[in-house]
Every structure is written in C-alpha cells, then in structure tokens.
C-alpha cells in the first residue's frame, strides 16, 4: 500500500482517504473513535478533513491493524509505547518497497 500525497493538499475527505486504502469511510470513521493519535479537523457540515499527518498516522495503523495482525488494543498499546520507533521501522519499511519496486520495474525493462 502506497498512499501518494499531494504537496499542494493540506486537507483530505474521508471518501479520499478510504479510497486510498482501499477500505471503506466506516473503517476510517471507526479508527478515528478508536486511536487518540488521529485528530482530523471538521468542517462546517461536520465532514472530517485528514491532514498529511492523519494520513501518516492512518498508514501506520493500516500497517499494524491490517499488514501485521495487531488487535486494536495491542496497535494502541503499541503506539503508545514506542511511536518514535515504530514510525521509524514504518518508514524505513516503506522505503525499502519502494527501492523493491523501482528494482524490479527495472529489472522487468532490460
């Protein structure tokens, strides 16, 4: 799962990030409620706009709860004991798909 930010974006829709992951809004709606760590802001209707860092927040929770099998008590437990860490194995984690991924698009042209 790769998440593609805009530069210019600095509030997204939950249609748009329940797109990008590929889940439904309700899940978003559900971690939300669930993960302290998540703070959108609301509009004037009430609709929750995700900033750059929800998302991040959003990509780590996904990588737990989804990618990892971590009950959501055991991804809060988790993040609350070593956010700092986690988001640097995340990050690095996720660098290394991406080399993975330019590697073999290069590999699949020669």
Same mark, same amino acid.
């Given at each position: 799962? !790769?998440?593609?930010?805009? #530069? ?9 990030? +329940?797109?990008?992951? *590929? ?12 993960? *302290?760590?998540? #703070?959108?802001? #609301?509009?004037? @209707?009430?609709?929750?706009?995700? $900033?750059?860092?929800?998302? /991040?927040?959003? %990509? ?10 971590? $009950?959501?008590?055991? +991804?809060?437990? !988790? ?6 860490? /986690?988001?640097? @194995?995340? *990050?690095?984690?996720? @660098?290394?798909?991406?080399?993975? $991924? %330019?590697? /073999? $698009?290069? #590999?699949?042209?020669?």
């Amino acid at each position: 799962m !790769h998440i593609e930010l805009s #530069k210019d974006k600095r509030y997204y829709s939950i249609g748009e990030v +329940a797109r990008a992951f *590929d889940v439904n809004a309700s899940l978003i709606r559900f971690w939300d409620s669930e993960f *302290d760590i998540l #703070k959108p802001k #609301k509009n004037a @209707k009430g609709n929750r706009m995700f $900033t750059p860092e929800d998302i /991040t927040n959003l %990509q780590l929770i996904y990588h737990l709860v989804k990618e990892r099998g971590f $009950t959501l008590d055991g +991804a809060r437990i !988790h993040l609350k004991e070593g956010q700092k860490k /986690t988001l640097d @194995k995340f *990050d690095i984690i996720r @660098k290394l798909e991406a080399i993975r $991924t %330019q590697l /073999t $698009t290069i #590999k699949n042209e020669m």
